[in-house]
């Protein structure tokens, strides 16, 4: 028997998207035109812009082609030591998310981490999907990260945080919420402040390219992470999980209480990697290319 990932279900080309960068709206530093046209220039389909505590619809260069998906990064800053903070992008319909045009979304300083339900509480009221951004560099904790209910996706890599401060997220926050059974799924984004922080890491969607589409693939899970590799199939079989991609390097099961050893050579293309007895719950598959950069997979659940 054959269990496939669901976005490699649907035999569709992938869109390549961006959930999260910022512009001279908030703290940027390209602006809202320059960032569109040079992420169409790095031939991306879709593109969030996401600046702090604004929420924007506006194509700032419709003419590129590029679509841009309605969103904004909440955030607040929580009391205690050094400078923990909960943020959260919001990605929503065109029509219906709850939100005006560049409106301001403020919440107030103050509580701990597992106190900021309110932020994705809201923002699901909202009808958008959310996202829970960079939690090492937020100092968010795994009891943190379980706490918190209700987000769809979580930052797996977030190119700012690892070229501005030198912070991996890299799927340990990931991995404690689904062995936990919870249902999110990984996401790579730039988070990209200056330009040329853009296009990095980047998500491949399974859908057509509209935001009802593009919301409902990432809803199910129906894509990759990706800094580079690209991820053909991913699927179990017989107790063997596979993959197909772009020449890689390294290979990786990934399962939080079961570790696997990784396969090594230069210019894998195809893999099977035998799956552990012990492993019960999910395995997600990790590549890496000549490069360094990497590919994730989001889970089957076994
Ligand atoms: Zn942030
Ligand atoms: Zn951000």
């Not at 597992?114 to 809201?122: A, E, K, L, T």
């Not at 999110?184 to 890491?201: C, K, M, R, T, Y």
């Amino acid at each position: 028997m054959i269990l496939r990932q669901a976005a490699f279900q649907k035999k569709i080309p992938f869109l390549k998207g961006g959930l999260h960068c910022h512009t001279t709206l908030s703290d940027g530093k390209g602006s809202p035109e320059a960032t569109v046209r040079h992420h169409a220039h790095m031939g991306y389909d879709f593109l969030a812009i996401t600046d702090h505590r604004r929420y924007n619809f506006t194509n700032f260069a419709p003419d590129t082609g590029l679509l841009i998906l309605p969103g904004m990064e909440a955030d607040r800053f929580l009391d205690g030591s050094g400078m923990q903070v909960v943020h959260a992008v919001a990605l929503g319909p065109e029509t219906g998310n709850g939100y005006t045009d560049g409106q301001e979304v403020l919440y107030e300083r103050g509580g701990l981490a597992v106190d900021c339900q309110d932020i994705f509480d809201d923002i699901r009221k909202a009808n958008n999907l959310a996202v829970l951004a960079h939690p090492t560099w937020s100092g968010n904790t795994p009891s943190d990260v379980l706490a918190l209910q209700g987000y769809d996706m979580i930052e797996i890599w977030n190119t700012g945080s690892e070229l501005d401060w030198g912070i991996s997220d890299r799927g340990y926050h990931w991995d404690v919420l689904l062995s936990a059974g919870r249902r999110v799924w990984g996401v790579a984004s730039d988070d990209g402040h200056a330009l040329q922080e853009n296009g990095f890491g980047f998500v491949r969607v399974a859908a057509e390219k509209n935001v009802a589409s593009i919301l409902e693939a990432l809803k199910n899970g129906e894509f990759y992470a990706s800094c580079g590799p690209e991820i053909y199939d991913f699927y179990i079989e017989d107790g063997w999980a596979c993959i197909h991609c772009s020449p890689v390097d390294q290979v990786a099961v990934r399962n939080f209480t079961a570790p696997h050893r990784v396969v090594q050579k230069n210019g894998i293309t195809a893999a099977q990697i035998k799956i552990r007895d012990c492993c019960q719950d999910y395995i997600r598959m990790e590549v890496v290319d000549e490069k360094g950069r990497r590919a994730w997979t989001n889970p089957i659940f076994l």
